[in-house]
C-alpha cells in the first residue's frame, strides 16, 4: 500500500496501461530495448511514470539468480591503495551495468571472513578481495560457489584468477639501486611482515640485497606515533653507515616521513628514503627521494576485467596477471 492508502501499482498495471504484454514490461526493465520499437518502449516508460510503478528487484534478483552487484572487500580504507583500488574497480564494473559494493576488512582476518559470510548469504555475483586468509578459509566462509578474483595480495596455488605486482623482483631492483650508490644498510618500515604475502616478498627482494637489514614492524589497529618515531630514529642513529629507510607501505611512509625530513634526518646523503607509494602527496613531499608506484586504479581495472570475463565465461582459467611496479 501506498502513504495515501491507494494500492501500488504492479507489473500487470503497467502492461495493461501500455497496452503491451507483461512480458515486454519484463524486457524494457532489463535493459532490453532493442526487442521492441521506440514507440512501444516510450509507452512502457510513460506509464511507469504516471503509474510511480517501482521494479520489485529482489523478486527478479531470485528469478535470474543476478543481482549485477560484486562484493569489493578491500584490505584497509585508510590506505590511499585500497581506496584507489576501489575506484578502479568501480570504474569498470559500471561500465558493464554493474555496481561494486565496498567492504573493509580493517586489516582483521576475522572480521574478513565475518564479512565473507554475509557476502556469500546475501545475492552478490562475485567478490574482489584483497585477501588476508588462505584459499580453504575464504571458500568455508563463503559458503556458496561464487566468481573470485584476488588482488594485490599473492596466493600460491590460488585457485583464482590474481592480479598483482612483481613484489619482489622490483623490491630487490630498488635495493640494488641504493647499494650502487653507496647505501650498506636498510631500515624496514612496515606493518606485520607474516601477515601479508606480499610484504614477505617485498622484504626477501631487500634482504637479497642489503646485508644489514633493521625492521620496525608497527600494527595497524593501534600504536603510539610518538613512541614509534623514536625507535625509529634509535634505528637510523644507531650507527654511522648510509642509511635507506624503506618503506613497505605508503601509509607508515606518509606517517612518519615527513617529521624525518622537517627534522633534518634525511639528507639524501647519510640517510635518504624510499618506499612503496602511488600518491602526488608523497612525492611531492621531498622531490629528491625516488619511490615505487603501483598504480592501484589500474590493478582495480585490471580485476574488474577479469571478473567480468569470470562472469561470462564461468569454465574460465585461474590466471595470474603480474603488473610491473615502477621505480621513479
Known amino acids: 500500500m501506498t502513504n495515501n492508502g ?42 511507469i511514470e504516471k503509474l510511480n510503478y517501482v521494479p520489485n528487484s529482489v523478486a527478479r534478483q531470485m528469478k535470474t539468480r543476478s543481482s549485477k552487484m560484486i562484493a569489493v572487500i578491500v584490505s584497509n580504507v585508510d590506505d590511499y591503495f585500497s581506496t584507489e583500488l576501489f575506484k578502479g574497480i568501480s570504474s569498470i564494473l559500471e561500465s558493464s551495468g554493474y555496481i561494486g559494493v565496498l567492504f573493509d576488512a580493517d586489516s582483521d582476518d576475522d572480521r574478513e571472513q565475518r564479512l565473507l559470510k554475509t557476502i556469500g548469504s ?43 605486482i612483481n613484489n619482489y623482483e622490483v623490491a630487490r631492483s630498488v635495493s640494488h639501486h641504493f647499494v650502487q650508490e653507496g647505501y650498506s644498510r636498510v631500515v624496514v618500515l612496515t606493518s606485520e611482515i607474516k601477515k601479508a604475502r606480499t610484504r614477505q616478498e617485498r ?42 629507510i624503506f618503506s613497505l607501505k605508503e601509509r607508515w611512509f606518509l606517517e612518519f616521513v615527513p617529521q624525518l625530513v622537517f627534522d633534518r634526518v634525511i639528507d639524501n646523503k647519510r640517510v635518504t628514503a624510499t618506499g612503496f ?52
Open 6 to 47: 491507494r494500492k501500488s501499482a504492479n507489473i500487470k498495471d503497467v502492461a495493461a496501461l501500455a497496452g503491451v504484454s507483461v512480458a515486454t514490461i519484463s524486457r524494457y526493465l532489463n535493459g532490453e530495448l532493442d526487442r521492441m520499437s521506440k514507440k512501444t518502449a516510450e509507452n512502457v516508460r510513460n506509464a
Open 122 to 164: 546475501q545475492l552478490f555475483d562475485g567478490v574482489i578481495m584483497q585477501p588476508a586468509n588462505n584459499p580453504q578459509t575464504i571458500t568455508e566462509a563463503l559458503r556458496r560457489s561464487m566468481p573470485i578474483v584476488t588482488v594485490d595480495r599473492e596466493i600460491d596455488d590460488s585457485p583464482w584468477p590474481q592480479v598483482v
Open 203 to 244: 622484504y626477501r627482494g631487500i634482504t637479497a640485497e642489503f646485508k644489514h637489514v633493521d625492521v620496525l614492524e608497527i600494527s595497524e589497529v593501534v600504536h603510539n606515533h610518538q613512541t614509534t618515531y623514536q625507535q625509529l630514529l634509535h634505528l637510523i642513529q644507531k650507527n654511522d653507515k648510509k642509511t635507506v
Open 277 to 328: 607509494a602511488d600518491t602526488d602527496y608523497a612525492r611531492r613531499l621531498e622531490p629528491r627521494l625516488k619511490l615505487i608506484s603501483q598504480n592501484p586504479y589500474f590493478m582495480g581495472a585490471s580485476s574488474a576485467e577479469v571478473m567480468l570475463n569470470q562472469l561470462q565465461d564461468k569454465s574460465q582459467k585461474a590466471k595470474r596477471i603480474v603488473i610491473r611496479a615502477k621505480f621513479e
